[in-house]
């Protein structure tokens, strides 16, 4: 499955559909309006067309966000060496309508840690 950005600059094609997506409250992620699925880096191949995706990493510098230059859509965040966990979570709000529809959401109370 592939999903893009706004502007189709950032690509991610995923090895499959995530089985859920995460809706976090944390103070970033709410921010973002972001609803994440969860993958290891090497189920996710991520390209772009014209420009790299730029990050923002806050806190415990755990997490790089990663979001398109062009058109400033959210993409995903990997884990950075600090994290035991390597992780690249995609922000499926950058998919389809239908596809996303069809993915239960699982909440989490980011805000409460």
């Known amino acids: 499955m592939k999903i893009t950005c706004h502007c189709g600059n950032i690509n991610l094609t995923l090895t499959q559909l995530p089985v859920e997506v995460a809706e976090c409250n944390c103070s970033i992620c709410r921010r973002y309006a972001a609803m994440w ?13 014209k420009e790299k995706s730029k990050f923002y990493c806050w806190g415990d510098k755990e997490v790089e966000f990663h979001r398109c230059d062009l ?30 529809a069809t993915i239960p959401i699982r909440k989490i109370n980011g805000a409460a840690y």
């Open 37 to 49: 699925a969860y993958y290891t880096p090497d189920q996710v191949s991520v390209t772009y067309t």
């Open 71 to 100: 058109c400033g859509c959210v993409t995903h965040y990997l884990t950075t060496p600090k994290c035991d966990a390597k992780i690249l979570a995609v922000n499926m709000r950058m998919a389809e309508n239908e596809t996303l």
